[in-house]
């Protein structure tokens, strides 16, 4: 079983794009699941075949320990790891081809916390790739869209597999999404823009900063266009996911 986890900020599209790809695979006669690891999610754009909401009941944290929302979010995201074996196990017990892991709303207690990592890692499929949305209505100013390239270099740094970054919500964007992609692929047009807004020792920083990430091998500032809407991006996206999780198995033979 190839494990595609979702990541990204809140209000970014996670779950969207969680119920449009496992949409795609089933049109494509691929058995697919849809795991959701947020506690505190109220609805979901799709029927979760794992949900970790049937193990852990926020209100019932808050009501215990006496704590509110977000002391009950923090709680309840750390438990995910004391239920592992049993995410692993119901996640196998379906025998899909993919499962696509639809990870907490704020990635801060995902990916931040110990427990997130450690779900991350100790889950176990064939192959493993970590998909990170950048926003395309958030990172509309260069300064915006390098403060999530970090981001998403902190989060592979702290969950160790292949990572994508995709560009979500392109069908809202506009030109500004078509900017966007010009600036992951050519520092110089990155710079021609942030030269707009920024000057001085912030336009030397930010600079800095962007080419440190493009020079990094472990890192690219590569992005796929989406739209978990119209799938614009979506062939790709799975061409290249498929490229990702082959690899994956002739290293494992």
């Known amino acids: 079983m ?3 986890f979702v990541t990204g900020t809140a209000g970014s599209g996670k779950s969207l794009l969680t119920s449009s790809m496992a949409s795609w695979y089933r049109e494509k006669s691929q058995d697919v699941i849809c795991v ?3 506690p505190g999610v109220l609805s979901l754009p799709y029927d979760p075949d794992v949900d970790i909401r049937t193990q852990i009941d926020l209100q019932q944290i808050m009501a215990d320990y006496s704590l509110g929302p ?3 979010l923090i709680f309840a995201n750390d438990l995910i790891a004391s239920k592992l074996a049993t995410i692993q196990e119901e996640i196998d017990s379906t025998a899909a081809d993919f499962a696509i892991i639809d990870t907490p709303g704020q990635i801060e207690l995902f990916a931040f916390r110990e427990s997130g990592p ?3 890692r100790g889950l176990q499929g064939e192959s493993k790739v970590l998909l990170f949305l950048v926003d395309s209505l958030v990172a509309s100013t260069p300064a915006n869209f390098l403060s999530l390239l970090l981001l998403s270099a902190s989060v592979n740094l702290r969950m160790g597999m292949p990572q994508l970054q995709l560009l979500s919500k ?3 964007a506009g030109p500004v999404a078509s900017e966007i992609i010009k600036w992951g692929k050519d ?8 030269s707009g807004i920024k000057s001085g020792d912030e336009y030397t920083l930010y ?4 080419r440190g990430l493009r020079k990094g091998t472990a890192f690219s500032t590569n992005i796929f266009p989406i739209s978990s809407y119209t799938r614009e991006g979506f062939i790709a996206l799975m061409g290249e996911l498929s490229r990702d999780f ?3 198995e002739e290293m494992e033979e």
Not at 187 to 194: D, K, Q, R, V, W
Not at 207 to 210: C, M, N
């Open 118 to 120: 450690f779900v991350a």
């Open 70 to 72: 977000n002391g009950a």
């Open 187 to 194: 520092s110089t047009a990155f710079e021609e823009s942030l």
């Open 2 to 4: 190839n494990l595609i």
């Open 246 to 248: 082959n690899a994956g």
């Open 170 to 172: 392109v069908d809202l």
């Open 207 to 210: 600079t800095q900063l962007f």
């Open 36 to 38: 959701n690891l947020d």
